[in-house]
């Protein structure tokens, strides 16, 4: 006979993959029933459908045959208007209280990353997508906000193919690749631009802060638009505990407008923890390495800024192509050395802590 209370807590202590919290704590479990080595489950979806169902069930399954079960039949059902209101309550106390940004407060554990460039073109959302991805290959629980308003691209280059589930008018981020996402790209239909003054940009990200339900994540990383304007300004007033990764390519001229990027989160009292070289060389046919767009870049700005050179991502077209189609290269190849250094980039921001102190003034080069 299987112990039917070591099968309850197997099973609740399941973490649904879109929620990313135990079903036991979001009140999903409705019974648990025992006969003999057989199980028969019930549950309560908040969604009323699943968008992860398969991936739930393989969940609850697995835990259950952990603790004996040789049979787990699953029956599901919606939740009750009652029993969301009760759960949205629950998660809105860990999502919002009123319209404070609960991930800027300092008893929030969330380390937020701004992912940031002096100019665009230099790969800072596909930085940006696989360093999450690395970071949740690790064990950390990661959400990605694509800030970039005017040029989002983090959904396609995650393979997000979905808009966001609503709970109690809170947004619930899709999840790829065991990463959530929020972006603009789910409310903006294709064939439209976003022409927008800072107020409206301000606002939409104070409801991707309040409205949208993280969690307790452990990184949110910011895909930042180029430069230094009203986004990044927004940012720092939203998030002024938030860090920043500035990312360039080895050429002196990318290094010296991306410095421009470390200038204004000092000014807006951010730290910056260190800097990414994207595309560093390139290895041919040949097996020897060539430097496409120089050297020396990425070197030269973690000086400028007083802070590591966190890692040297090669130029692969891979990198680039999974990009395009929503397979990173960090799940596609591994063991390929673009995965070791986004491995080794997110090891180190692991590492990384905040100095928080003032800066004397950068000397340029």
Same mark, same amino acid.
Do not use: C
């Given at each position: 006979?299987?112990?039917?209370?070591?099968?309850?807590?197997?099973?609740?202590?399941?973490?649904?993959?879109?929620?990313?919290?135990?079903?036991?704590?979001?009140?999903?479990?409705?019974?648990?029933?025992?006969?003999?080595?057989?199980?028969?489950?019930?549950?309560?979806?908040?969604?009323?459908?699943?968008?992860?169902?398969?991936?739930?069930?393989?969940?609850?399954?697995?835990?259950?045959?952990?603790?004996?079960?040789?049979?787990?039949?699953?029956?599901?059902?919606?939740?009750?208007?009652?029993?969301?209101?009760?759960?949205?309550?629950?998660?809105?106390?860990?999502?919002?209280?009123?319209?404070?940004?609960?991930?800027?407060?300092?008893?929030?554990?969330?380390?937020?990353?701004?992912?940031?460039?002096?100019?665009?073109?230099?790969?800072?959302?596909?930085?940006?997508?696989?360093?999450?991805?690395?970071?949740?290959?690790?064990?950390?629980?990661?959400?990605?906000?694509?800030?970039?308003?005017?040029?989002?691209?983090?959904?396609?280059?995650?393979?997000?193919?979905?808009?966001?589930?609503?709970?109690?008018?809170?947004?619930?981020? @899709?999840? +790829?690749?065991? /990463? %959530? &996402?929020?972006?603009?790209?789910?409310?903006?239909?294709?064939? #439209?631009? $976003? !022409?927008?003054?800072?107020?409206?940009?301000?606002?939409?990200?104070?409801?991707?802060?309040?409205?949208?339900?993280?969690?307790?994540?452990?990184?949110?990383?910011?895909?930042?638009?180029?430069?230094?304007?009203?986004?990044?300004?927004?940012?720092?007033?939203?998030?002024?505990?938030?860090?920043?990764?500035?990312?360039?390519?080895?050429? @002196?001229? +990318?290094?010296? /407008? %991306? &410095?421009?990027?470390?200038?204004?989160?000092?000014?807006?009292? #951010?730290? $910056? !923890?260190?800097?990414?070289?994207?595309?560093?060389?390139?290895?041919?046919?040949?097996?020897?390495?060539?430097?496409?767009?120089?050297?020396?870049?990425?070197?030269?700005?973690?000086?400028?800024?007083?802070?590591?050179?966190?890692?040297?991502?090669?130029?692969?077209?891979?990198?680039?192509?999974?990009?395009?189609?929503?397979?990173?290269?960090?799940?596609?190849?591994?063991?390929?050395?673009?995965?070791?250094?986004?491995?080794?980039?997110?090891?180190?921001? $692991?590492?990384?802590?905040?100095?928080?102190?003032?800066?004397?003034?950068?000397?340029?080069?």
């Amino acid at each position: 006979m299987t112990d039917a209370a070591a099968i309850r807590d197997a099973v609740e202590a399941v973490v649904d993959p879109e929620l990313r919290s135990t079903i036991g704590s979001l009140g999903m479990v409705d019974r648990v029933e025992i006969e003999g080595t057989k199980a028969a489950i019930s549950l309560a979806l908040p969604l009323g459908g699943h968008p992860m169902e398969d991936e739930l069930l393989s969940r609850i399954r697995a835990a259950a045959q952990n603790v004996g079960v040789s049979d787990a039949k699953v029956q599901m059902r919606s939740m009750t208007d009652e029993e969301r209101a009760a759960l949205g309550d629950t998660m809105r106390g860990q999502a919002a209280g009123g319209r404070d940004v609960v991930l800027a407060q300092p008893g929030s554990r969330t380390r937020v990353i701004g992912i940031a460039s002096g100019k665009g073109g230099v790969g800072k959302s596909s930085v940006t997508t696989n360093l999450a991805i690395a970071l949740t290959l690790k064990g950390h629980k990661v959400g990605i906000m694509d800030a970039d308003v005017w040029g989002f691209s983090i959904p396609k280059m995650m393979g997000v193919d979905r808009a966001p589930s609503v709970l109690e008018d809170m947004l619930i981020p @899709p999840v +790829a690749h065991g /990463v %959530a &996402v929020i972006s603009m790209d789910f409310f903006v239909d294709p064939d #439209q631009a $976003v !022409v927008w003054r800072g107020p409206m940009l301000h606002k939409a990200l104070e409801q991707f802060l309040v409205d949208v339900y993280w969690g307790d994540i452990d990184f949110l990383l910011v895909d930042m638009p180029p430069g230094t304007g009203d986004v990044s300004i927004s940012i720092s007033q939203y998030l002024p505990r938030s860090e920043i990764i500035v990312v360039t390519t080895p050429q @002196p001229a +990318a290094q010296r /407008v %991306a &410095v421009k990027a470390g200038l204004m989160a000092r000014k807006v009292n #951010q730290e $910056v !923890v260190g800097v990414v070289e994207n595309m560093s060389w390139f290895t041919g046919d040949d097996g020897k390495q060539y430097d496409l767009f120089g050297s020396g870049g990425g070197e030269a700005l973690a000086a400028d800024l007083d802070v590591p050179l966190l890692g040297q991502v090669p130029l692969i077209p891979a990198l680039r192509s999974g990009g395009d189609i929503g397979s990173p290269i960090v799940v596609t190849e591994p063991d390929g050395q673009a995965a070791e250094a986004f491995a080794a980039i997110a090891d180190g921001l $692991v590492r990384s802590k905040p100095r928080l102190r003032s800066h004397p003034e950068l000397v340029i080069s």
